[in-house]
């Protein structure tokens, strides 16, 4: 049996960065950072395709179904996809192809690295060996791999900012660990998080308004919602701000179990609802990294509910942030 055929999809970030005169900034290549791991010709046949060369704090939702279609056609000639990006907005992305890319029958990996794979001691390098891993095992899904873990793409969030083990998978564990040149699956994981994502597949109206091979392709995405966090003392005039500037979802970040006040003068209550009435969406996350929200539990979190707002439950922020732009929470 001959080696994989793994397609590598550049797209910038700090993987790809040089110093420049205002700051690190992407250059390097698709070719040229291949070039820099020669072993990785050891574990599969590799191409690669510069689509973007862009720090990911310049990323937009507008680009995320250029990148769904790009890693769609890359599949139908390879056996996986690896895709390297910024690590600022990485999980926003790798969020946005769990969604768009339906019904996948191969692996796509997303990886990025704190260090340019130009330096030394840097992350780049194994953190690229790990993904081209990943890419191989035949495994389905959009996995996140970075400091030698591999998590579901709408489970990753960045925990921090230099750590060579930025990433952490939320509210479930990775789906597996890196040890040396062994990629080990936790098989219940897989199973549950492929049972997960099947559920969510079949609730969408139009499973596929354009399938490419194995895999069905979801990329209406409205980027008009409204990302709110709370704090004390926060204005209702703040939520208000979706209706004026007609967004179509407001995602508010609540306290705790996902509590909002409603203490006078302050009340949210009445914004939320007056929100609803305008036919505008509202969810509640939290704050917390952990363990998502419970909005019966709390009086704060109840009113909120009975109020109209929908419980974005154990999704991570960029989870639920990217399921309203695409009409799904």
Not at 182 to 211: F, I, M, Y
Not at 218 to 228: F, G, S
Not at 253 to 275: D, T
């Amino acid at each position: 049996m001959g080696k994989r055929k793994i397609a590598f999809l550049a797209t910038g970030g700090t993987i790809a960065s040089v110093p420049g005169p205002e700051g690190m900034r992407p250059a390097f290549t698709e070719d040229e950072m291949l070039k820099l791991i020669p072993e990785l010709s050891d574990l599969a046949d590799i191409e690669g395709n510069l689509i973007m060369n862009i720090d990911s704090s310049n990323m937009k939702p507008t680009d995320w179904p250029m990148i769904a279609k790009k890693t769609a056609e890359a599949l139908k000639n390879s056996d996986g996809v690896v895709i390297s990006h910024g690590t600022d907005t990485l999980a926003y992305t790798a969020a946005a192809l769990t969604y768009m890319l339906t019904y996948l029958q191969k692996p796509v990996v997303i990886t990025g690295s704190q260090k340019s794979i130009g330096e030394t001691d840097n992350d780049a390098r194994k953190n690229l060996i790990d993904s081209v891993r990943v890419a191989v095992s035949g495994k389905a899904g959009v996995f996140v791999v970075f400091g030698g873990e591999v998590i579901y793409g709408d489970r990753s969030t960045k925990m921090k900012t230099k750590s060579f083990d930025a990433f952490k998978s939320i509210n479930i564990p990775p789906v597996a660990m890196i040890q040396g040149d062994e990629v080990k699956w936790k098989e219940d994981v897989l199973t549950h998080e492929r049972e997960r994502l099947k559920k969510l597949w079949a609730k969408s109206q139009n499973p596929s308004e354009d399938c490419i091979e194995n895999v069905a392709l979801n990329v209406d995405i409205d980027p008009q919602v409204l990302l709110v966090k709370l704090y004390p003392g926060i204005s209702p005039d703040v939520l208000l701000l979706a209706k004026a500037k007609a967004y179509h979802a407001v995602l508010i970040e609540g306290f705790g179990s996902g509590g909002v006040p409603f203490r006078e003068p302050g009340n949210l209550v009445p914004a939320i609802q007056e929100l609803i009435g305008s036919g505008i969406t509202v969810a509640i996350t939290t704050q917390v990294p952990y363990e998502g929200v419970d909005l019966p539990r709390y009086e704060v979190g109840k009113k909120a509910l009975d109020a109209g707002a929908i419980s974005a439950r154990d999704l991570t922020r960029e989870a639920a942030l990217v399921r309203l732009m695409l009409k799904k929470l």
